[in-house]
């Protein structure tokens, strides 16, 4: 869980391995149904373990944003995990 305020960026790190040596597939996205800001973000550089977003300016304190990593193999079958990370938006 993170906390951030309007106009804040914010970085996003995961740290994956796989334990079969397959090559590993990133994805962040918003999990908008979670979170209590109805603003979208913008995440820079989502196919990556590193990214980044813009917490937006019309959020309201309390308010929440969920973002998901989404990581894949791409051995057979392909293995999925998820993490999510958590950004309360604090006032300004």
């Known amino acids: 869980d993170l906390a951030a305020k309007p106009g804040e960026t914010v970085k996003l790190e995961v740290d994956a391995t796989d334990p ?6 990133f994805e962040w996205w918003q999990f908008t149904e979670a979170g209590t800001c109805p603003a979208a973000v913008t995440i820079k550089d989502a196919k990556t373990p590193k990214a980044s977003f813009q917490v937006p300016d ?3 304190p ?4 969920h973002l998901v990593c ?23």
């Open 58 to 60: 019309q959020v309201k």
């Open 20 to 25: 079969d040596g397959d090559k590993l597939q």
């Open 70 to 92: 989404t990581v894949s193999d791409d051995g057979s079958p392909p293995l999925t995990r998820y993490r999510r990370v958590i950004v309360t938006c604090k006032e300004k």
């Open 62 to 65: 309390g308010e929440t944003l």
